[in-house]
C-alpha cells in the first residue's frame, strides 16, 4: 500500500475556503502601512545562524529551543529565520539603506519558523506582518509606529484590544535590574519552577513573562525596572505616554512586560485581545536602539512591531468571512464541433479581464450546467451547432433562469454591463 504522506506537525494548508481571507488581510495592511509611510521589504528565508544568535541572544527561547538550524553543503550553519527583526536590519546594513538620509521605514508580510509546541494561533510555519522604523530615537517615533500596530488592528475588525506599555531602560538599565532581580529570585528560588529556575541563570527578566499563577504572585512583590531607570530614561518614557495620550491611543502600563528577546531597549509593549483566551497576544514590539551597531552598522535607534497573522484571523473570525466570489460566467460546449470555439472564448473573454469558467472534463450539457450552477456562476454562455452557424450565443443567467440570444460581437459589452465591470 502506498504510504498517505500529511504536512509536517506544526503546520497547515491553506485551503481555497480559507485564502480569501489571507488576501484580504494583507490587502488591508499593504494598503494602510502603506499610508504611513513604510516601504515594503522582503528578505530570504534563511539567515546564517549566527545572525540570530547575535541579535537574539544564546540565552533566548528562540536560539536555545525554537530554532529551525541546519548545514549546507558548504558546511555554513543556516537557519529558517524565527523572527523578522534581525534579517532586516541586515538588509539595511548590506545596501547602506541609511544613505537615502533621514528615518528608514520599511515594512513586511512574511513566514517564520519556531519548532514550539503547536497550539492554538501558535504554528511551526506562522506569519506576520510588521514594520521596523530605522534613524530617530525620539518619542515621537515611539508614538508613531504604536499608533499604528493599535489602529491597524481595529482597522482588521478586531475588538477588545489592550495596549500594555512599559520601558525597559538603557542596556546599562537593564544590566543593574538584572542583578537586583536576580538577588530576589534567588531568594525565592524555592519557589520557582524547573524552566523559571532555568531562566534565573541565564536571563531573569524572562522570568518576568511567566504564566504560572504561583510565580505571578512572586512577580506581584518582585522590583519593577520603572524604580531603576535613568532620568533620561524616564523622560522618554513618559513623552511617549503623552503623545499617545495626545493621539487618544489607549493603553495601560505594565511594569512587567518584557519581550523575550535581548536586543530590546526603552519601550516595550504588547497588544492583546480578551477574543483569544490564553494565548491572546496579537502584536508585539518595542525599541532597539543597540542592533544596528551590534550587527556590525553604525550606531542607529530603531523601533518596530511584529503581528501575528494566525492569530488575527482567529480573533476576528466572529466577524469576518472572507470576500465573495466574484461573479463568474460558464461558457458551455453543447457540441463536440464547439470545443475549439469554446477553448478561444473563454480566452478572449478573460483577456478582457471577465472571470470564466469552462469544461475540460467534456461532459454532458446537463452535467455542464450542474456544475455551472455549483460554482455560483451568474451567467451561462451555451454554444452549439446552430450558434457556431449564425455568430451568436445563448446567455442564460443563472440567478433569474431569463435566457437570450445575444450577437457574438456584442457579447463583452453586454457581459461588462451587467456585472458591472
Not at 498517505?4 to 494598503?31: A, N
Not at 529565520?81 to 541609511?98: D, G, M, S
Not at 527578566?205 to 512572586?218: A, C, G
Not at 495620550?245 to 519601550?267: A, K, S
Request: net charge neutral.
Amino acid at each position: 500500500m502506498i504510504h498517505k504522506f500529511q504536512s509536517v506537525k506544526g503546520t497547515k494548508d491553506l485551503l481555497p475556503t480559507e485564502t480569501p481571507r489571507w488576501r484580504e488581510l494583507e490587502e488591508t495592511v499593504h494598503k494602510f502601512i502603506s499610508r504611513w509611510g513604510y516601504l515594503e521589504i522582503r528578505t530570504p528565508a534563511f539567515e546564517p545562524t549566527e545572525l540570530f544568535v547575535r541579535s537574539s541572544g544564546e540565552g533566548s527561547d528562540i536560539v536555545t529551543k525554537q530554532m529551525y538550524t541546519f548545514e549546507d553543503q558548504s558546511q555554513t550553519s543556516i537557519t529558517l529565520k524565527p523572527e523578522l527583526t534581525a534579517p532586516v536590519i541586515r538588509a539595511y546594513i548590506q545596501h547602506n539603506l541609511a544613505k537615502q538620509g533621514g528615518t528608514t521605514k520599511l515594512y513586511y508580510i512574511d513566514s517564520l519558523y519556531r519548532q514550539e509546541r503547536p497550539q492554538a494561533g501558535r504554528l511551526r510555519q506562522f506569519h506576520q506582518f510588521g514594520v521596523e522604523a530605522i534613524g530617530s530615537s525620539n518619542p515621537e517615533q515611539d508614538a508613531e509606529v504604536i499608533a499604528l500596530a493599535y489602529l491597524i488592528l481595529l482597522d482588521l475588525g478586531i475588538e477588545d484590544l489592550e495596549l500594555y506599555l512599559n520601558s525597559i531602560g538603557s542596556v546599562e538599565t537593564r544590566k543593574r535590574y538584572r542583578k537586583i532581580l536576580s538577588g530576589y529570585f534567588l531568594e525565592h528560588e524555592h519557589q520557582l519552577s524547573n524552566v523559571s529556575r532555568e531562566r534565573l541563570h541565564k536571563n531573569p527578566l524572562r522570568i518576568l513573562d511567566t504564566k504560572d499563577k504561583k510565580e505571578q504572585t512572586l512577580l506581584s512583590n518582585a522590583p519593577k525596572i520603572y524604580d531603576y531607570l535613568t532620568q533620561d530614561d524616564q523622560d522618554h518614557y513618559e513623552a511617549v505616554k503623552h503623545h499617545l495620550t495626545e493621539l487618544e491611543i489607549p493603553f495601560i502600563q505594565h511594569d512587567l512586560l518584557v519581550r523575550g528577546l535581548d536586543y530590546y531597549t526603552r519601550t516595550t509593549f504588547e497588544i492583546t485581545s480578551s477574543k483569544l483566551g490564553a494565548q491572546n497576544a496579537l502584536c508585539g514590539g518595542g525599541r532597539y536602539d543597540n542592533l544596528v551597531e551590534s550587527l556590525g552598522g553604525p550606531p542607529t535607534p530603531a523601533i518596530g512591531f511584529a503581528a501575528g497573522i494566525e492569530r488575527i484571523l482567529m480573533a476576528q473570525k466572529d466577524t469576518r468571512t472572507g470576500e465573495d466570489k466574484p461573479d463568474r460566467i460558464y461558457v458551455v460546449c453543447a457540441t463536440e464541433n464547439a470545443r475549439d470555439f469554446v477553448l478561444k472564448l473563454t480566452m478572449d473573454l478573460r483577456k478582457q479581464g471577465l472571470p470564466v469558467e469552462f469544461d475540460a472534463l467534456r461532459r454532458s450539457l446537463k452535467a455542464q450546467m450542474r456544475d455551472a450552477n455549483r460554482l455560483k456562476c451568474t451567467f451561462a454562455v451555451i454554444i452549439g451547432e446552430k450558434e457556431l452557424d449564425s455568430e451568436t450565443i445563448q446567455l442564460k443567467n443563472l440567478t433569474t433562469s431569463e435566457q437570450k440570444t445575444v450577437q457574438l460581437g456584442t457579447l463583452i459589452t453586454y457581459l461588462t454591463k451587467e456585472l458591472k465591470l
